[in-house]
């Protein structure tokens, strides 16, 4: 079984259209991917009990809650093609990057695809 491990990763987002543009006004995304510790701090299990009696069964469900944000900052280390439309200046700090109105769609697919990224098999193997 081979076990990808890298450390580092670039993402090219779908987030409006963004994958469909020329490679050279893409925007990119720069990250590592998570440890197991980041894993347990970003997300956490939370139990959802239906049913009021503390003596009879209650149904219990689990919810899962991602910290979006956190990991965004714990593992993007740059963003490369985002720019300014004002200032026409590059946005490259991810943490700059969340302040932007809207931004979050971009923020929300790039964290899912960390999360996913490292346990896809990789078809060469």
């Not at 720069?30 to 440890?35: E, L, R």
């Not at 956490?44 to 009990?49: N, Q, R, V």
């Not at 503390?54 to 944000?69: C, F, G, P, W």
């Not at 200046?89 to 697919?109: D, M, S």
Request: with cysteine.
């Amino acid at each position: 079984m081979f076990l990808k491990i890298s450390r580092e990763d670039t993402y090219v987002p779908r987030w409006r259209g963004n994958d469909k543009l020329k490679e050279d006004e893409q925007i990119k995304i720069a990250f590592h991917y998570m440890t197991a510790d980041q894993e347990e701090r970003y997300t956490k299990f939370k139990p959802i009990y239906r049913g009021t009696a503390i003596d009879k069964l209650q149904e219990v469900e689990m919810s899962i809650e991602t910290h979006a944000n956190d990991i965004w900052d714990g593992c993007v280390t740059k963003v490369t093609g985002l720019f300014d439309d004002e200032t026409k200046k590059e946005i490259t700090n991810p943490v700059e990057v969340r302040k932007i109105p809207g931004i979050y769609g971009l923020i929300t697919e790039v964290v899912a695809f960390i999360k996913r990224g490292i346990e896809e098999i990789d078809e060469k193997n």
